[in-house]
């Protein structure tokens, strides 16, 4: 009898002191009810419609005012979500345990409960159905202030995920009277559940399948943190909250926004392909038998994609119709397939012969240096370093077949010169391998993402020519008062300075020209041109070079310095006379 009463008591301590931990807050409770577009008709700015509200109930942070962020209360061992920062003490007040009554009512304080409540929710549901559970520690912060590193300028009416510094941004919606009266409609990113889900999805991905070198992986990103938003909520649409009742994206629907059919194309834009990507699982998932092993499936194919850095979306495509026969019957599975081929037509595309991998060197030989200087707080929103420098050389191009080419490069470290065959899918700008000097594919992840810019050099060798060409013909013609960049700014002053150049490998004599530039008022600031504070041309005397001259140097290259204190260079230090010409 007294083993029965310690039972009971002791099982009523527990139950008291879960109910002692318990957290009441207010949230964006009813997603789905904020479609009805009635109800945004008398919502103010920055605020949400008290329909769409609710009080819930959470246990408490069981990490608040943790070593790792002392000032911040919702906190957990995985994540923190702090208001703008996780420097500063948290705005509000609580009071025995709870938040106070008057800041719980607060719009700040409601967007960062409901990032706490759908984040901590939601990764929940990745633990207990999907067998995830997050590796490193997640920042996220709300309301945040991130300016543009070129204009200056707060971002607004966005989220986005960085894995740079794993940190999750929530941005303010956009207050702009010119933007209200052209119609536009938007609430905070961090006030809507599904685009919680779908950047929280971005840092699962990023666990799955860290550093793919294409292109196309990103849109598989963007449908795959879609997709489980959809899944979560049980909702085809994204954004109806951020979008005040308009979606963003529907994953139920065969037309997109644009009124274009949700098929692929080479080269979209990553929130474009997301959508066909999107389409096609939503769609096989209504015809699947087991949905929640459904979802594990598409986790388990992306996974499975990481074997091969190289993957592309038809890889993907590859991967899910190997594993949907197990969660949807046979009699349907022509449906599904149909979905996938009508969606995302034709097949991964291999090399079609390795050939150039023993071709002889040629002679010529094109090389740029970049630099990207950025103020050590911009550096710091962004999660990337105060000053990146980067060089490339291209030595050799050959066709591999009618679609496909090969670009023989070579970069300098800190152990001297490296070269690389890239080979291309030049219909999809895809890469289809990297290959070191020994003819080996490179598939080590750390070494890939050391050598990723050369891939992203190699896809884009004409647009970076032409765009480096453009600017100096540009820079140009603004000294002789002509020209586009004329439109825009106009030169205070110039000053011709000697200056020590490298080309082709050696210390040569040249000059820079520094010209200090302002924006001309009409069509440069009230247009928001970026505001450049000056602009460095460097000369050299080299006949050879089919580039625009200044007194008979030609210009090899320049530097931008904007008011920001974000500078970019880009120099052309090596050149020979075979093709590619300049």
């Known amino acids: ?6 039972a009971v008591i002791f099982s009523t301590l527990i139950t008291l002191s879960s109910s002692a931990h318990a957290l009441e807050l207010q949230v964006v409770k009813n997603y789905k009810e ?26 408490r942070p069981t990490s608040s005012y943790s070593t790792l962020f002392p000032k911040t209360f919702f906190q957990e061992p995985l994540f923190a979500v702090c208001q703008k920062n996780c420097n500063d003490a948290d705005p509000f007040r609580l009071r025995d345990g709870e938040i106070d009554q008057r800041d719980k009512n607060n719009w700040d304080m409601i967007e960062q409960s409901n990032v706490y409540f759908w984040l901590t929710k939601f990764l929940s549901f990745t633990e207990q159905q999907l067998n995830f559970r997050p590796e490193r520690f997640l920042k996220v912060l709300t309301n945040r202030e991130v300016r ?29 009277i010119f933007f209200k009266l052209l119609g536009g409609k938007i609430n905070r990113s961090g006030f809507d559940p599904s685009v919680v889900i779908h950047e929280t999805s971005h ?16 849109g598989l990103n963007e449908g795959f943190a879609d997709y489980y ?32 059919m949700k098929v692929y194309e080479p080269k979209m834009e990553v929130h474009d392909l997301g959508e066909r990507i999107t389409f096609s699982l939503w769609q096989s998932r209504e015809l699947s038998r087991d949905k ?15 074997n091969n850095p190289y993957s592309t979306i038809h890889d993907f495509k590859l991967k899910m119709l190997e594993r949907l026969p197990f969660v949807i019957d046979s009699h349907e599975m022509r449906n599904v397939q149909t979905i996938w081929d009508t969606t995302i037509p034709g097949e991964a595309v291999k090399i079609s012969n390795f050939d150039f991998l023993s071709k002889p060197r040629s002679g010529m030989s094109l090389g740029f240096s970049t630099t990207q200087i950025l103020p050590e707080n911009v550096a710091q929103d962004y999660g990337v370093k105060t000053v990146e420098k980067k060089n490339f050389t291209i030595l050799q191009i050959e066709k591999i077949s009618d679609s496909q080419s090969a670009i023989l490069m070579s970069t300098d470290g800190n152990q001297g010169s490296r070269f690389f065959w890239v080979a291309i899918d030049d219909s999809r700008n895809n890469v289809l391998g990297i290959f070191d000097e020994k003819k080996q594919l490179i598939q080590d992840e750390k070494e890939l993402k050391d050598i990723k810019f050369l891939a992203d050099n190699a896809k884009g060798a004409v647009e970076i020519i032409n765009d480096f060409t453009t600017k100096v013909k540009a820079f140009n013609e603004l000294l002789q008062g002509k020209g586009e960049f004329n439109l825009v700014y106009k030169v205070k002053d110039q000053i011709l300075s000697p200056r020590e150049l490298t080309f082709n490998g050696s210390s040569v004599s040249g000059n820079v020209l520094s010209l200090s530039l302002k924006r001309r008022l009409l069509t440069g600031v009230l247009f928001g041109m970026p505001d450049i504070e000056s602009v460095d041309l460097y000369l050299l005397a080299n006949t050879d ?10 210009i090899i290259g320049y530097k931008i310095k904007f008011r920001t204190g974000t500078s970019t260079e880009v120099i052309l230090n090596r050149y020979s006379k075979d093709e590619p010409k300049l």
Request: net charge neutral; charged share 25%.
């Open 34 to 59: 904020a479609a009805s577009v009635d109800i945004w008709k008398r919502a103010k700015t920055d605020q949400v419609p008290q329909a769409l509200l609710g009080n819930v109930s959470t246990s």
């Open 229 to 260: 938003a959809n899944i979560f909520l049980n909702e085809p649409k994204i954004g109806l909250v951020m979008m005040q009742g308009q979606a963003m994206r529907d994953s139920s629907q065969s037309v997109d926004k644009a009124g274009k």
């Open 148 to 176: 543009d590193e070129i204009k200056g300028r707060k971002i607004k009416n966005n989220a986005f995920f960085n894995p740079q510094d794993t940190s999750l941004s929530f941005l303010p919606a956009s207050k702009n």
């Open 292 to 306: 929640e092993e459904m979802d594990r499936l598409v986790m388990d194919a992306v996974i499975d994609l990481r």
């Open 203 to 218: 840092f699962i991905f990023d666990h799955l399948f860290p550093n793919p070198i294409n292109d196309e992986i990103g």
């Open 545 to 554: 070079l089919v580039l625009p001259d200044i007194k008979g140097e030609k």
């Open 1 to 6: 009898m007294k083993n029965n009463n310690f």
